[in-house]
């Protein structure tokens, strides 16, 4: 067997590991505008069915993919449930109540939760190094929950949101355990069907679980108060979300183990972190800066390479 293949397949699956999860880092922190402007629940509504309409040549089934058996149905639908509809609810909500770089800080432990979670499902052995993985996850998580030197004593009645950013970090950290399960259930969906197939069937599956919210909200919504360029943000949102950051992902999750495709989650906060402060103007303050420092320690822990016996 030629070993050039398969190394150079594993360095395209790396490749498109890293980028899926840099561009959902980038779109965590650009969601900000959209859930200014947009209902969450509408947003989502819109997200899938935007792309819905971008990929319905992507439900065929492959000449070479067998039949979906019932196990890879309930498989699919938790995937787009856990890892597309309850992840982006989770995400969009926490966003609007925090901001962009603390949650790209809590969004690092997205590898020790794989790890976890390949702990719990796939049976894998946690190691010391993974253990203290955690504990940095956490650590710099709680430092989060420490609110400013500088917070206001109170807050009007119309800015609950920018008063509780404890549960906006809550939520991203919900949305990092469905991350953690979207990478666990996705290993199994990728030895069952092709990238393609499995980005727009979770895509519908989402579309349909926000439908009934969505209706609901567009009904009472004014369209008309949303400027052009919130429109062209959430279509490049909606395309990165559902499609993009999908496919890359599935591909990539085909040639690597699913507990080693956590360590590119090392891209998101980074990502995150950065379009927060470069674009959307934010600043790090002292005790994000240790918490991202912890973090990333925390990720380094979690993927540095094992030595070879």
Not at 16 to 35: F, Q
Not at 180 to 209: D, M, Q
Request: charged content about 10%.
């Amino acid at each position: 067997m030629n070993a050039a293949a398969p190394h150079s397949s594993r360095l395209v699956a790396y490749g498109c590991l890293a980028l899926s999860m840099s561009l959902v880092g980038a779109y965590v922190a650009l969601s900000k505008p959209l859930t200014a402007a947009l209902p969450v629940l509408l947003l989502a509504w819109l997200r899938f069915g935007i792309a819905a309409l971008a990929m319905p040549h992507w439900l065929r089934r492959a000449p070479d993919e067998p039949p979906m058996s019932r196990r890879t149905r309930g498989l699919v639908f938790l995937e787009s449930f856990l890892g597309n509809f309850l992840f982006s609810i989770c995400m969009l909500f926490g966003v609007s109540m925090t901001s962009a770089v603390s949650a790209g800080v809590i969004m690092a432990s997205i590898p020790a939760a794989v790890a976890v979670a390949s702990w719990l499902f796939l049976r894998e052995r946690i190691t010391a190094r993974i253990a203290l993985a955690i504990g940095c996850a956490v650590l710099g998580i709680g430092l989060l929950a420490l609110p400013p030197a500088h917070a206001p004593a109170a807050a009007p009645d119309g800015a609950a949101r920018v008063a509780m950013p404890w549960l906006g970090n809550l939520l991203v950290f919900c949305a990092v355990l469905c991350e953690a399960a979207y990478a666990v259930i996705g290993k199994s969906l990728t030895g069952r069907l092709g990238p393609k197939r499995i980005s727009s069937l979770i895509n519908l599956w989402g579309f349909a679980l926000s439908t009934p919210f969505g209706i609901w909200f567009a009904w009472r919504f004014d369209f008309s108060a949303v400027g052009v360029g919130i429109w062209m943000l959430l279509v490049v949102y909606a395309l990165a979300a559902s499609i993009w950051t999908v496919w890359l992902w599935m591909t990539g999750l085909r040639h690597v183990p699913a507990a080693q495709a956590g360590v590119f989650a090392v891209m998101l906060p980074v990502s995150a972190a950065l379009v927060g402060v470069l674009v959307l103007g934010e600043s790090l303050s002292g005790v994000q800066l240790i918490a991202f420092a912890l973090a990333l320690l925390g990720v380094v822990l979690a993927t540095w390479p094992p030595r070879q016996s």
